[in-house]
């Protein structure tokens, strides 16, 4: 078996000895009627008795899992193990002949489960096909951020964050509730749940405004790097973020609407 894409360091020493197992595991059972050449096939395990199982002697065998190339099997591979079980769809496809050497299912197992060493031999193979897909999974799975976040508290009158300073840190009011100024005017409020100091983080500039806190708050602080891989991971902060930021301009909005009306 060949994973598509990318292989592990160790992935071709290991696939070359699971690859001699089934000969090894068969040594000493006769196949149980003559070899099955397929000239093409879309979906070669609709075609195949589901009592038998079968070795590749000759071609490749694609196989795709939810409709989704995965890998593919060659000579000396075993076909057949997941005829019978329910298990997600997995489709055989071979745009080339190949030839299969069919066993009777129920001897194979007989076979290997007489000796301790075909025993032990079945497992490795098992295993080892496991740690391949699970290598493959590893590698292509979005990895789970985990920032690295940190709490503030704050008294009534302390400024959460200033006009100017670097940003190097997103803010989320855990509890309580803030105010936003701009050259010591009021701006806006932040409200419990709110992230705030996001927009200098992608516009790369100052904090625009100072928040200060209206009352005591407890604050989660999330440095910048981590917030930008956690926007990409957690499709809810993003959300969060872009309807806090719908509320900022509704305000400024109803402001500016406010200064244009004639006094």
């Known amino acids: ?155 009534k009158g302390d400024s959460l964050i200033h006009q100017g300073d670097d940003a190097d840190h997103v803010f989320i009011i855990i509890e309580g509730h803030a105010e936003a100024f701009v050259d010591g005017v009021k701006v806006g409020d932040v409200q419990k749940d709110e992230i705030f100091g996001a927009m200098a983080v992608f516009t790369h500039e100052k904090r625009s405004a100072t928040v200060v806190a209206s009352e005591a708050c407890t604050v989660m602080v999330i440095p910048k790097d981590q917030f930008l891989n956690l926007m990409e991971s957690n499709p809810r902060i993003a959300h969060s973020l872009v309807e806090s930021m719908a509320r900022r301009i509704d305000l400024l909005n109803k402001e500016v609407t406010g200064l244009r009306q004639p006094g």
């Not at 197992?109 to 497992?123: C, D, P, T, V």
């Open 1 to 155: 078996m060949y994973l598509l894409g990318e292989q592990p360091a160790y992935a071709d020493q290991l696939i070359s000895r699971l690859q001699s197992i089934p000969g090894q595991l068969l040594d000493g059972l006769s196949p149980c009627g003559a070899a099955l050449h397929v000239e093409r096939s879309e979906n070669l395990a609709a075609q195949l008795p589901g009592n038998q199982l079968f070795i590749i002697d000759n071609g490749l065998l694609h196989a795709l899992v939810d409709e989704r190339p995965l890998f593919y099997l060659q000579e000396g591979d075993l076909v057949g193990l997941r005829q019978g079980i329910d298990l997600p769809t997995c489709r055989y496809t071979s745009d080339e002949p190949i030839t299969l050497i069919p066993y009777s299912r129920s001897e194979v197992f007989k076979h290997i489960y007489a000796s301790e060493s075909r025993q032990e031999l079945f497992i490795q193979y098992l295993v080892g096909h496991t740690a391949l897909l699970s290598d493959a999974l590893a590698r292509i799975k979005q990895p789970e951020v985990r920032p690295a976040t940190g709490f503030k508290h704050f008294s």
